[in-house]
């Protein structure tokens, strides 16, 4: 079993920065491939990033390339999602996710645990 609990998000300005933070709990936490998603209001919830469990493979998706960035630190059981020249349209519930795999995957429909969610919200 794994609890994920994530942090970080707010109010920016477009152009600004934020750093959001996922702590997982759980012995299975450092051999699983971790992933962010947002979900904006009326849209379905889409992969923004994921990492393997050593942190040698990420992906991204189109609209995040060059501007966000992905890492873990195992030993802190806490995966890192680094944004920034934010716009108005990364406006959205950020959500953590953890697979009982170690492979990278984009669906939704593969990881296992999910945090409650952090709201980061860009203003133009």
């Known amino acids: 079993q794994v609890q994920l609990v994530e942090s970080g998000g707010g109010l920016v300005q477009a152009g600004g920065s934020l750093r959001l933070a996922c702590v997982g709990s759980?012995?299975?936490?450092?051999?699983?491939?971790m992933g962010w998603f947002r979900q904006a209001p009326g849209k379905e919830r889409d992969i923004v990033s994921a990492i393997s469990w050593s942190g040698g493979r990420t992906y991204y998706t189109d609209s995040v390339k060059g501007r966000f960035t992905i890492s873990r630190d195992n030993a802190k059981n806490t995966v890192y999602l680094q944004m920034n020249s934010l716009k108005p349209e990364d406006t959205a519930v950020y959500y953590c996710?953890?697979?009982?795999?170690?492979?990278?995957?984009?669906?939704?429909?593969?990881?296992?645990?999910w945090g409650q969610g952090t709201q980061v919200t860009v203003s133009s």
């Open positions: 996710a953890a697979r009982k795999s170690s492979i990278v995957t984009p669906r939704v429909s593969d990881y296992d645990y």
């Open positions: 759980g012995r299975t936490f450092s051999s699983a491939a």
